[in-house]
Nanobody, 121 residues
Framework: QVQLVESGGGLVQAGGSLRLSCAVS????????VGWFRQAPGKEREFVAT????????YYADSVKGRFTISRDNAKNTVYLQMSSLKPEDTAVYYC??????????????WGQGTQVTVAS
């Protein structure tokens, strides 16, 4: 069993930056692949980025590539999503999720509750 808690969301102006954190706990948390997803109002949940359990492999959605960076600090059991050059279309609830497999679909086994990110124009 893995538990995930997101933090760091908030309101930011377009062009600004924000860093989300995902605290991961549980018996197998350090071997978990962790992904970030987001869901905007009226839209389906979409993949944002993912990172392997030792951090040597990452993958990004085209919409965030070059603007967002995913990283992890396993000593702190935390995965980060550094978001820069934010756009109003990045406004969404952001979720982190954990799984044993490196994947970009939403079939992750464990999910956090989400944190709201709002980008004002």
């Amino acid at each position: 069993q893995v538990q995930l808690v997101e933090s760091g969301g908030g309101l930011v102006q377009a062009g600004g930056s924000l860093r989300l954190s995902c605290a991961v706990s549980g018996r197998t948390s350090r071997r978990s692949v962790v992904g970030w997803f987001r869901q905007a109002p009226g839209k389906e949940r979409e993949f944002v980025a993912t990172i392997s359990w030792i951090g040597d492999r990452t993958y990004y959605a085209d919409s965030v590539k070059g603007r967002f960076t995913i990283s992890r600090d396993n000593a702190k059991n935390t995965v980060y999503l550094q978001m820069s050059s934010l756009k109003p279309e990045d406004t969404a609830v952001y979720y982190c999720a954990a799984d044993t497999q490196f994947r970009i679909d939403d079939r992750y086994d464990y999910w956090g509750q989400g944190t709201q990110v709002t980008v004002a124009s």
